[in-house]
DNA sequence: ACGATTGTTGCATGCTCTGCAAGCTTTCTC
DNA sequence: GAGAAAGCTTGCAGAGCATGCAACAATCGT
């Protein structure tokens, strides 16, 4: 990794990491793009090289999408058979490769709080699972050998990822969280939903 | 009605209009709000006295929420006592008590075309199901005699506003439609849930 | 070390959105 | 009905967002 690559995340990051804090400490009207940038020492200009607007500085890399290793396994069948099963494995595959664990955690506790305060950030945030949801619904449909347009592969990744959307909601992002512990949040939460919706009511 | 309040409405749907029109013909990015106003024969500066922004003048009444007394019934176990059934009465209950529905599915057809063509309109759209899903939750958790932070209640919620989202992205609003045909679609969907996450697979 | 590539910056510009105060229309009251 | 009260519309001023462009600076490939 060049210098060039390393210095352009590391502005990345520091102009995500100003917007973050300024954002919680004077919330998001009162702060503006200016102020951002000069806290990570740019221009303002640049700011928009990086970001298109200020809620993506906050929001840019969410929700984060399995990758397509991930995504192929899932559409074969595999890795165990059992589709909720395998549904969870995919839906949390980006939470063992995170390699800096620890900030990565630290900003997702920031997020967090700023969504709760700012709800324009929280619909936003909802908004954005749009894009991944099309792509586990064309997994779902593979897995199934359902044409691609059918209809309950997308009813189905609609549900799978609003329960992963709830249950991120309600992650604290602190040490202690194992990634077994939200397979174990997921699978109860899948539960709930075969329980109402299935033929055993 | 006094003519004060016709008028206000009236201006609001010219803009409305006026604004769906503009965009479909030459794309969001390509409209600005004077011509939207100039077209609705209203000053700039009304238009920022009916709707926020652009977005809302397309998505301002959007997605419509059961009020409060269909609310009131589902949570207290009604109208059948059959949990899938009450929630589609629930959830399609705005589409009974619309007067004027021509209009309304005029409007809606070309909302939809909008959102299927600028990837940010859908993606606000999708946004905006949030606040309806919380009450949703509330209701749900009410009727199940739960707590109100119990999960159950929001993972339920929020699959279910995901079906009704789905299939209202199904629909064309063409005047054959029926909502007894809604109705089966969103059973079915719900079928499909069942099916996925239930016991039996 | 040299040219090519890529990133940063300032500048100009158009548009969004808000607050404010003046003027007009509708509604209310007697 | 007339006059006061309430509510809307409008123009104006101004802050801030966001983009294109061209010059300049930093990195990379060889």
């Given at each position: 990794m060049g210098l060039r690559e390393r210095k352009k995340t590391a502005t990345r990051r520091a102009l995500q990491e100003a917007a973050l804090e300024l954002f919680l400490e004077r919330g998001l009207e009162n702060v503006t793009v200016e102020e951002i940038a000069a806290?990570?020492?740019?221009?303002?200009?640049?700011?928009?090289?990086?970001?298109?607007?200020?809620?993506?500085?906050?929001?840019?890399?969410?929700?984060?999408?399995?990758?397509?290793?991930?995504?192929?396994?899932?559409?074969?069948?595999?890795?165990?058979?059992?589709?909720?099963?395998?549904?969870?494995t995919m839906l949390t595959s980006f939470l063992v490769n995170t390699e800096d664990l620890v900030s990565h955690r630290r900003r997702m506790r920031m997020r967090k709080e700023l969504m709760e305060r700012e709800p324009q950030?929280?619909?936003?945030?909802?908004?954005?699972?749009?894009?991944?949801?099309?792509?586990?619904?064309?997994v779902i449909a593979e897995r199934w050998g359902?044409?691609?347009?059918?209809?309950?592969?997308?009813?189905?990744?609609?549900?799978a990822m609003a329960v992963m959307r709830q249950t991120m909601k309600r992650l604290h992002f602190e040490e202690g969280e194992q990634v077994a512990d939200v397979r174990a949040k997921l699978r109860e939460a899948f539960q709930n939903l075969g329980e109402a919706f299935g033929p055993v009511r």
């Open positions: 806290e990570a020492d740019v221009s303002a200009r640049t700011f928009f090289n990086y970001f298109a607007s200020k809620e993506e500085a906050v929001l840019g890399d969410l929700p984060v999408r399995p990758d397509e290793p991930v995504r192929q396994e899932f559409a074969s069948g595999g890795p165990s058979g059992d589709f909720v099963e395998d549904l969870i950030l929280a619909r936003g945030f909802f908004g954005r699972f749009h894009t991944v949801e099309l792509e586990v619904a064309a359902d044409p691609p347009e059918e209809n309950r592969s997308f009813v189905v990744a609609a549900a």
